[in-house]
């Protein structure tokens, strides 16, 4: 595939106009969440979604196929690790957090393969506090095996894409959008255009 555009992945709702007018021709531009739509929308802006990209009843598939893999690892993880974890069932019995997070990076890595695949470049536009990166340590231990934290939230979403990607990012420093400041940012949001 020709991959002659570059893709603009909007996290939530930011002030598109400084940059949508640069970027029209030669980028696409794909809507993370809700918020990310309505920015789209408002300044007239077509966009995709990650359904678009991947869509619903192939994750199905796929995600059959992988927890069956997941059962699998999880039944030899916990018979290796009984007896320096002390519990019989301390992978398995924790499945519901290791089945949300490996779904969140089998989701996102197969749409990423779909975004490397099909667009030249990749920028991530969004709030500040959307840029921070995932750093992940897992231990064998029990504070270690805490994988709820790494579930929930659209910022480790988005941190998971950046890790993967690792697209430019569109915001934080040059650009002070004084006309339109989202609640969470105290000192407005900022473009910085690469």
């Known amino acids: 595939m ?6 603009i992945i909007v996290t939530d709702h930011i002030n598109l106009a400084l940059i949508a007018g640069e970027y029209a021709e030669r980028c696409d531009f794909l809507a993370m969440t809700p918020a990310a739509m309505l920015a789209c929308e408002e300044n007239r802006i077509n966009y995709r979604t990650f359904d678009d990209l991947y869509d619903y009843r192939i994750f199905r598939a796929d995600n059959l196929e992988f927890l069956k893999d997941l059962e699998d690892l999880f039944s030899d993880l916990d ?6 974890l002390g519990f019989p069932h301390a992978f398995s019995g924790n499945i519901l957090w290791f089945i949300t997070f490996f779904d969140n990076l089998l989701y996102l890595s197969r749409v990423c393969e779909k975004i490397r695949s ?6 991530i536009a969004g709030s500040k506090v959307y840029n921070s990166s995932l750093n992940i340590e897992v231990k064998f231990s029990q ?13 480790n979403r988005i941190s998971m894409v950046r890790a993967y ?8 420093e040059q650009v002070n959008l004084k006309y339109y400041r989202p609640k969470r940012a105290k000192e407005g949001l900022l473009f910085k255009i690469p």
Request: hydrophobic letters at 40%; proline letters at 3%; glycine letters at 8%.
């Open 143 to 155: 504070e270690g095996l805490a994988f709820h934290q790494f579930n929930e939230g659209l910022i």
């Open 118 to 123: 099909r667009f030249a470049k990749v920028y």
């Open 2 to 7: 020709d991959k002659t555009k570059d893709l």
């Open 79 to 84: 018979a290796k690790y009984q007896k320096s």
């Open 165 to 172: 990607l690792n697209p430019a990012w569109l915001g934080q």
